[in-house]
């Protein structure tokens, strides 16, 4: 049977890998916090929030279904080269220099949607892609009659 002080260091490594796991990624004046699939990635994001100056979502379709895996380019001054990452989830939080104006460029499936952000606004940007699946099943449909 596992002894208490094992039990206890257990716990405390467990809680630096989330918290390494859930920590900002990037270098300088730009930097990203991606998740939102899951209850440690929504209360990794929910901790971090207060820090960000900008918010992005990623969704496809009328009903607003989450996408992960999106190609993200920021643009913008004060910043030395573009911010580029991929987003591991459908949530992304930005750290920014405040008050600049920047390009978001977003990339799924080879379509792209940009647009511009003020960072500091306090403004979650959303970016939504058509059901691809949904325009698929309706060609099978006409395909068939």
Known sequence: MPTRPFLLMLALISTGALAQRYDWQGEG?????????????????????????????FTQGGRGAYLAD???????????????????????????????RYTVAADHGGNTRSQRIVAGGGKRTVFNWPDSTARADAAADIAVE
């Open 70 to 100: 999106v190609n993200v380019t920021v643009n913008g001054p004060g910043l030395a080269q573009p911010l580029t990452f991929v987003a591991g989830g459908p949530s992304c939080l930005l750290q920014l220099p405040a008050g600049g």
């Open 29 to 57: 004046r730009a930097r990203y916090l991606c998740g939102g699939v899951g209850d440690e990635s929504m209360a990794a994001l929910q901790a971090h929030r207060g820090e960000a100056q900008a918010e992005l979502l």
